[in-house]
Structure formats: C-alpha cells, structure tokens
C-alpha cells in the first residue's frame, strides 16, 4: 500500500479548510493539515507579484492521487491551482495502515 | 549518505517542541523544525473533526528513521501520531553532511 | 519534465522573502511560498539551541536545482543553509507545466 501527501495552496485559510473538508468528506484522503499565513511570491505578466495564500496538506493513497487532484482543481477558485504530490517513503506503520482504512476505493466518486 | 525527512503533527506547539529536542538530545536528528497554528480535519467515529495542532519537521539519516519513528511514537501523546517520511534527493551538499555528521550511529539507544 | 521542492530555511520572513524574489526573478523558480513563526532547534558546541526562523518553499525544475541551490547559498546570511530537495511525482499537469514555462533554460545565470 503506497501512501503520498499532496501540497497545495489556497487564497486563504477559508478556501483550504473547505478543500480538505471536502476531500476527507469523500474519503479522496485520510487527513488535511492547514497552515495559514504563507506569503506566496510569482511572476505575473512580467511582474513579481506576492499575495497572502494559505498551505493545505493532504495524505492519501497513490493510487487515489489523481482522483484527488482532480476533485481539488475542481472546487478550487484558481484556475490553475498548485497541487504537487511528494511520495511518502516510511513513517508510522498504524499511521500509513490508518490512511488506508479512512480512504475510499478507486473510482467511488 | 541517504537523508530523509519526517512530517510529524503534535497536539500543540509545546509538544512539537518536546519531541524536536527529545529527538535532537538523543542524535536522533539533526534538527527540528515547528510550526504553529496548524488546523486538522480527519474523520472520527464518522464525523469530520478539526482540531488545532502544530507540525514538526525533522531532518535525519534514512538509516536512522525507523528508531527516529519508533521514538516519537513512545514520546507522543495520540496513539497512532502522523509520522510520515518523505525522501530528500539532494540539496546544500555541505547541509546533508552536517546532518550525517550531527546525528548518531545506528542503534544508539 | 521533473519538478521537485527545494525546503529552505530562514532567519527571519524578510530574509526568506528576499530569497524568494531573488530565486524567481532569475527564474531559477517559478514561485515560492513562504511561512513565517517557525522554530529550530539544533545542537550548538554541545548544546541544544532555538531560534525563531521562516520557511521558504520553491518549486522548480529538477535539472534547475543545483543552480538555485548554489544561488541560495550565495546569496544566504548563513554559512550552512538548510537547503533539501525534495522529489515532486505528479500533480496537477498544468500546475507542472507552469513550472517548466515560468523557469529559464539551465546555466541561464
């Protein structure tokens, strides 16, 4: 069973607390961390641009990745939202045994 | 020299520090990062729950990441604690061998 | 394509932000989050210390690492900065592909 975290950002804490509801709601991940307070810095139009952004972090199985990311673009207000997946290699075995048991089957909608 | 890091919840900022030292008193990493004001959503006897936590990120060798865990789950307060570990693949190559040279040999209590 | 993380810390939000813009102005990322109220502990001469520190997370192109890393440590107030990459295996495709557009060639300086 192969578990990852997937990192995204929202507009605020607001927007990231209703991402993660939503995808543990549809059991599409185990858990959500959300910090609020990032400061996030880009390249607009030529142009730096900072904004206030909160961070949402997921942990799921892999093979529910894409279904989750998918569903996170969806309700996200960005059109094109960041949300990077980094492999989980280890950890606490009850742990990554516990994501499984709170995630859904593949394809459960 | 392999290096990971670990991801680590807490029930609040004063136990993330705990573990951190406990985990950098014993060589178990070469340092901790917390953060604060971290909100969780998972799911508790069916209904969602969120909770105010912190995060701590350490930073150690791959070998010793199994005792490392092992460790934070006798220390923490939750029966089943998020530890997660995520693979480092490089990075400041005078940092990676600070974190070898700050952390102990395998089996060191 | 590769992306990956690059995990840098610190010490201070000002300092971090500085890093930042530097990073993306001379697309060696394509953004970067920063969060500010972290704590690090470490082993100093033998003692364990803590300092209040800010985290500063980039996203770029895995064959761009090296040289944001180096450019990181140059432009750094520590001798030995926490630089750790860490290795990005999906997400969402257009996110990934803005990466690759909002980041130079290699040894664009």
Redesign the interface.
Known sequence: MS?????V?AAS?DEA?AL??AL??ARLA??????????????WQGE?R?DA?A?L?L?TRSEL??AA?AR??ELHSYE?????????????P???A?IAA?TGPVNQG
């Open positions: 578990v990852c975290l997937l990192y950002t804490r607390l993660g509801r543990v709601e185990a858990c959500a961390n959300v910090l609020d307070g990032m400061t996030s810095i880009y390249r730096l900072e952004e961070v972090i942990k990745a894409e990311t996170l673009c094109c939202p960041c949300v990077v997946r980094l492999p989980i290699e280890g950890g606490n009850d742990f990554l516990w709170e």
